[in-house]
C-alpha cells in the first residue's frame, strides 16, 4: 500500500519544489500563492484517490462497480460543467482581469493590467481609473506612475503626465520609458530643449 502513496503523494511534492519558495521565480515579484502552480502536481493526487477507488470496487466491492461507473460519469459531467463554466473568465483579456479582480480587489497586479487592456481600446478615463487602484494598492512601483503619465499625455495634459513621468524616474532612475515619454510630453508642450535631454537620457 505504500508504493502507491508514495508515487502519487511524491510526485505532487517533488512537481511543486521549484515553486515552494526554495528558489526565486519571477512570478513571485506579484504574488507568493497562484493556484496554477498545482495544475501538473495535482495529477499525481488525482491517479492515487482513482487507483485506490478502482482497486477497492474490484478487489473488494463487486456490487458497487456499476453504481462507481455512474458516479465516475456523474463527477466527470460536473467537472465539465464547471470547467466550460469557468471559460467565460477567459473570453477575452479584459473579462480575465475582471474575473480576477472579482476574486481578489487587492491584486494591484490585476488592476494594473485590466488598465492597460481598456488603454489599448482607447478607454482612457476607465483606464485610468484601473491605474489609480492599482497606484494606491502599491504606490512604490515605478509602473504605476508611468501608466498614468501615458493616459494623461494621450488625454492632452501633458503637465499632469509630466508629473507622473517624474516620480516614476525618482522610483527608478533608470526606467528609459519614463524618460522617453516625457520627452514626447514635453515635445507636445513645444518644450524641445527638454525633450532632447529626455530622449539622450532614455537612449
Known amino acids: 500500500w505504500g508504493r502507491p502513496l508514495l508515487a502519487g503523494l511524491g510526485y505532487f511534492v517533488i512537481t511543486l519544489l521549484p515553486v515552494l519558495g526554495f528558489m526565486n521565480i519571477y512570478f513571485m515579484r506579484y504574488s507568493l500563492v497562484a493556484d496554477h502552480w498545482q495544475y501538473t502536481s495535482i495529477i499525481g493526487i488525482i491517479a492515487l484517490m482513482v487507483g485506490t477507488g478502482a482497486a477497492m470496487t474490484n478487489r473488494h466491492l463487486q456490487a458497487l462497480r456499476t453504481p462507481g461507473k455512474v458516479l465516475a460519469v ?17 473570453t477575452n483579456i479584459e473579462t480575465l482581469w475582471r474575473d480576477t479582480i472579482h476574486k481578489n480587489p487587492s491584486a494591484w497586479m490585476a488592476h494594473n493590467n485590466l488598465g492597460m487592456a481598456l488603454e489599448n481600446q482607447k478607454r482612457y478615463k ?4 484601473c491605474y489609480d487602484e492599482a497606484m494606491r494598492l502599491r504606490p512604490d512601483l515605478p509602473q504605476q506612475h508611468y ?6 499625455n494621450a488625454l492632452g495634459d501633458h503637465a499632469q503626465a509630466i508629473q507622473n513621468y517624474n516620480r516614476a524616474i525618482e522610483l527608478d532612475p533608470k526606467y528609459s520609458d519614463a524618460y522617453n515619454n516625457r520627452g514626447i510630453a514635453y515635445d507636445d508642450m513645444g518644450d524641445t530643449n527638454r525633450a532632447i535631454q529626455d530622449y539622450t537620457k532614455a537612449i
Open 74 to 90: 456523474a463527477i466527470v459531467a460536473v467537472l465539465s460543467f464547471l470547467s466550460w463554466r469557468q471559460t467565460h473568465a477567459y
Open 126 to 129: 476607465e483606464a485610468l481609473a
Open 147 to 152: 501608466n498614468r503619465g501615458k493616459i494623461y
